[in-house]
């Protein structure tokens, strides 16, 4: 699935560029004041660090707090110290918003969120996540300070809808490192709840449908699949797949005729990736186009619509021929099929090809091959054959 990912290199940038504003007046005649001005005109980063901590710990409430904190989280994140930029941002999102300031709180989430990656820690990944589009939702409610410019507050608010998209953006790149089930689900309804309108959302669903396929995880990869189709991002993989297992379960079976039309009709445009061989593709369009019509085939045998299954499985088994478990199941039900249309209409050569198909079960090793011995018997007695 295909996103569109335009600006986000900027905005990566910016996250990781972009300094803290709105430094704080200075009243050097105060004990208070005189150490914000020796925090700004330190240049050793080692000396600025004891300084900003010495304030910390003497003027917990002052109004600069903000500041201070925002400048630690700047300090250690130009060092790659990824654990104190995260214990610092939790300090300041512990404080009054109104102390920390609200672009602080935006670059602080920003700068957390970058280390939590570094980290590669998944919960404190969609916990700063979440706290990005909140500090950016703040932001963007409050009326701007009366000691900033226009354009000043306007480049804040642009910056603060950045870091929200990349809050979003995060949720796709971990997902798509990931190749556990429940991590990659997650990160998806992590997604879902703080921005349900993301234009990334759908890419991480679909990979939880890929992981949790890959793993044999119905329990995530239903949903992901059901997800897809009802935002109408599904593909002829997710629908298959669902009339698939709706067919196993014998769930939702009104669904199943559907969704293997609506997958044909898909397979039928289907364009070949760069990426995929010629052969390849064919391959899986073949099998895709048999699945959809041996499971439809299957639905209606089991409804005992015999018309409609003999159409479909015979359409299936020019496909199915190399899988042996969907072909001894479609001359399964080719057999009875075709045995019960031609005991209602009295058609010899549909009763022919009822002993047809039913041999060619009853010679193949499956699940059906004792009960297409039986029925062979049956038909040849019935009808003297």
Not at 249 to 271: C, F, G, R, S, W
Not at 304 to 322: D, E, F, I, T
Request: charged share 25%; aromatic share 8%.
């Amino acid at each position: 699935m295909s996103v569109r990912l335009t600006g986000l290199l900027v905005c990566l940038c910016l996250l990781c560029a972009l300094g803290f504003a709105q430094a704080p007046e200075i009243d050097a005649t105060t004990p208070e004041g005189e150490l914000l001005a020796k925090i700004g005109l330190a240049e050793d980063p080692a000396e600025k660090l004891v300084s900003l901590k010495e304030f910390e710990a003497t003027y917990p409430t002052h109004v600069a707090i903000g500041w201070v904190l925002a400048q630690r989280i700047q300090l250690h994140q130009s060092r790659e110290e990824h654990a104190e930029v995260l214990a610092t941002a939790d300090k300041l999102f512990a404080g009054d918003p109104l102390k920390s300031g609200f672009t602080h709180r935006v670059r602080a989430s920003a700068a957390a969120l970058k280390s939590a990656e570094a980290l590669g820690g998944k919960d404190a990944i969609i916990q700063w996540a979440k706290r990005s589009h909140e500090a950016a939702a703040t932001l963007a409610a409050a009326p701007a300070p009366e000691d900033m410019e226009a354009d000043a507050w306007e480049a804040e608010q642009t910056y603060a809808k950045q870091v929200a998209q990349y809050a979003d953006y995060a949720h796709l790149l971990k997902a798509s490192e990931s190749t556990d089930a429940s991590e990659v689900a997650a990160y998806a309804s992590a997604l879902r709840a703080i921005s349900p309108q993301s234009e990334y959302l759908p890419a991480v669903i679909e990979r939880q449908f890929v992981v949790g396929r890959a793993s044999n995880n119905r329990e995530l990869a239903v949903p992901a699949a059901e997800a897809l189709t009802e935002m109408e991002k599904g593909n002829d993989e997710t629908l298959l797949y669902l009339a698939s297992v709706y067919l196993e379960t014998k769930q939702k079976q009104d669904k199943i005729v559907p969704y293997t039309d609506a997958a044909l009709e898909k397979l039928a445009v289907k364009e070949r990736p760069e990426t995929v061989s010629e052969e390849d593709f064919k391959k899986q369009q073949d099998f895709s186009t048999g699945l959809a019509h041996w499971v439809q085939g299957l639905h209606h045998a089991t409804g005992s619509l015999w018309q409609q299954a003999n159409s479909s499985l015979r359409k299936a088994l020019p496909y199915v021929g190399g899988n042996a478990a969907m072909q001894a199941a479609a001359y399964f039900y080719l057999g009875v099929a075709n045995f019960e249309i031609g005991k209602r209409s009295k058609d010899h050569k549909e009763i022919l090809d009822a002993v047809k198909f039913t041999e060619l079960c009853a010679k193949m090793s499956s699940p059906y091959q004792a009960q297409a011995r039986q029925n062979l018997t049956a038909i040849r007695s019935q009808f003297r054959m």
